[in-house]
């Protein structure tokens, strides 16, 4: 079998190929969250909601649909082989189920959400993507280290582009920014909202063909809303809620879905149908389009060493992409 796919080639693309199907999915995935930063700094701009009621009212919109995508019918089209459902599983197999899908929940959809909001604080919209799109090398150590396996040359080489590429675009943000401090701490949220997502990114190849990427982005959204829920009643106030103007809800709305469930949805039907691995590389395309949506919307400037560093960046990942 020939493993090169010509995604060039009008042969290749015949609406039967699960693999042309992972490829349009990663594909959106990377086009609809490229623009979540831009919004979330318009947001900012325009408001003084904390990442965490950001984090609350973005998920309450969304809640409505992720109940939906659990409760939908899905279709039987799929072969014998390959049905995603749960009845059958006894009770052990379930109570795992339950624990990596609060897992996911939790990592992906909660915590790396929410760190990542709090660093956009701090940090430019072009900047916080190229950081977050690191995690392919975090996904890639961890593998590493799960299995006790050394990575190759290869991968070593990739992941070095893609810092030196990372440390270009942070020249970039350090010299327009009156203070540094700031750039560090809001490198560092993003940084770990990356390691986040990527334990995330991990668990979900384990268990999006048992129950399908739909009842997962469901289940996981709703065990994030109910994260966030127990986090605001300890330290929030519900009365920030009074001081939202339309334009505002506007937007956490636009990015409830098309930043959130879209996304979602498009993420987990890729990596159901082409892995974790190739999938993340296949997302090459959304620091770039971060960075021009926030030049377009926000007037943040590129320069030629955060050119320099996305160019680097996307050239790392697809020499990891060998190895994957």
Excluded at 194 to 200: K, N, Q, R
Excluded at 210 to 231: N, P, Q, S
Excluded at 286 to 295: E, R, V
Aim: net charge positive.
């Amino acid at each position: 079998m020939n493993s090169k796919v010509n995604f060039f080639n009008s042969e290749t693309y015949g609406i039967s190929s699960s693999a042309q199907l992972g490829f349009v999915f990663a594909i959106f995935a990377a086009i609809t969250s490229s623009s979540k930063a831009v919004f979330v700094k318009l947001i900012y701009l325009q408001s003084n909601i904390s990442a965490l009621e950001l984090l609350l009212v973005r998920l309450l919109i969304a809640l409505p649909f992720f109940i939906l995508l659990i409760i939908w019918p899905r279709t039987r089209k799929v072969s014998e082989s390959k049905q995603i459902a749960t009845e059958g599983f006894n009770v052990k197999e379930q109570l795992k189920i339950g624990l990596i899908l609060f897992w996911l929940g939790f990592t992906g959809y909660y915590f790396a959400s929410l760190t990542d909001f709090i660093g956009l604080s701090y940090i430019s919209a072009g900047l916080e993507r190229l950081v977050l799109f690191t995690y392919p090398t975090l996904v890639l150590a961890i593998e590493s280290i799960w299995k006790r396996k050394a990575p190759s040359m290869t991968t070593v080489s990739g992941v070095f582009i893609c810092y030196l590429g990372l440390f270009a675009a942070f020249s970039h943000d350090l010299s327009q920014a009156g203070q540094s401090e700031e750039i560090w701490i809001g490198v560092g949220w993003v940084a770990l909202s990356g390691l986040s997502f990527a334990f995330y990114y991990l668990a979900t190849s384990s268990i999006v063909a048992k129950i399908g990427a739909r009842k997962l982005t469901g289940y996981a959204g709703v065990v994030a809303t109910i994260c966030t829920l127990v986090h605001f009643a300890l330290v929030g106030d519900w009365t920030f809620l009074q001081s939202l103007t339309n334009d505002v809800l506007l937007l956490i709305a636009a990015i409830s879905i098309l930043c959130t469930i879209l996304p979602s949805l498009f993420l987990a039907s890729a990596i159901q149908r082409l892995g974790p691995g190739l999938t993340a590389n296949l997302g090459s395309i959304g620091p770039m389009l971060t960075i021009l949506i926030a030049w377009w919307l926000l007037g943040e400037t590129i320069s030629a060493a955060q050119v320099l560093g996305m160019g680097l960046v996307v050239l790392g990942i697809h020499q990891m992409k060998k190895v994957a």
